[in-house]
């Protein structure tokens, strides 16, 4: 990324014409994007996801039941302990890229790389990765705390980068209504669907990627939100399940308590 391998395609294909900037807002929220779909989506939804199966193993809910802790302060603590893990390896991230991509050496520097803003590393990052990457984790505990089957936790990541891979990215047949593009960019929670459909899909020229920022539509800052929300709802879901589990720990189902009769 930091060499330009990686890019976003804006700018004059002639010897000496101006060139995208490397450390542009919009080249740098591409790159963010890719790099949290291939690598801290699986991450993160095993990391949060497997925290209520290792409790069980560790036999920590008794002691959780002893301490006077609600079941909602349980996962809201155990969802928090992750999260700042996770915030800490965002934050040496975005440091890492800044070094990069302001001092990796270029063979056309002045070319490829302008003016130096904290803000176009800072707003993708917290947008399209730190964001994300919590709410995620927030559905993640969800599945983990009501199914405690570790192969759907890791099903999850597989299936989320399956589904934007070759589907989400790259369906646009010509009969697609604009309501429908405008849904599927709405579904993409990584938004590089919503990036390449509303500004990168037709050139705008690399004067206008390098000097104006990222803004948002209504959609993005509605999805953003509810990604905000869901992973809240997600919580809500996983202490009610704990709830559930405290009272009855030891409760057997109508399909288990079958099979054993039988």
């Not at 993160?44 to 302060?73: H, K, W, Y």
């Not at 984790?137 to 192969?151: D, E, N, S």
């Not at 500004?199 to 948002?216: C, E, I, M, Q, S």
């Not at 999805?223 to 709802?233: D, E, F, P």
């Amino acid at each position: 990324f930091a060499a330009g391998t990686v890019s976003i395609g804006g700018g004059s294909g002639v010897a000496g014409g101006e060139r995208t900037h490397l450390n542009s807002e919009f080249n740098l929220a591409f790159g963010d994007i890719l790099v949290f779909t291939l690598f801290y989506v699986f991450f993160a939804c095993t990391a949060f996801g497997n925290a209520p199966s290792e409790d069980d193993g560790l036999r920590v809910m008794p002691i959780v039941g002893s301490t006077g802790l609600t079941p909602g302060q349980y996962v809201a603590g155990r969802w928090l302990g992750i999260a700042i893990v996770y915030s800490a390896i965002v934050a040496v991230h975005l440091a890492l890229q800044v070094g990069f991509f302001e001092l990796y050496p270029l063979p056309e520097p002045e070319k490829m790389r302008g003016p130096f803003a904290f803000a176009n590393y800072a707003r993708p990052m917290a947008l399209f990765v730190l964001l994300p990457t919590l709410a995620l984790g927030a559905a993640g505990v969800a599945l983990g705390a009501v199914t405690r089957q570790a192969v759907l936790v890791f099903a999850l990541p597989v299936a989320i980068l399956l589904a934007n891979l070759f589907f989400l990215w790259n369906f646009s047949p010509e009969w697609l209504p604009h309501w429908g593009n405008r849904a599927l960019q709405a579904v993409d929670i990584t938004g590089f669907r919503w990036l390449n459909e509303t500004w990168l899909k037709v050139d705008r020229g690399a004067a206008f990627y390098n000097t104006t920022p990222l803004g948002l539509d209504g959609l993005m800052w509605a999805q953003r939100i509810g990604l905000v929300a869901a992973g809240s709802g997600a919580l809500a879901l996983a202490a009610w399940r704990e709830r559930t589990r405290m009272r009855a720990p030891f409760a057997v189902g109508p399909l288990d308590r079958r099979a054993a009769i039988e």
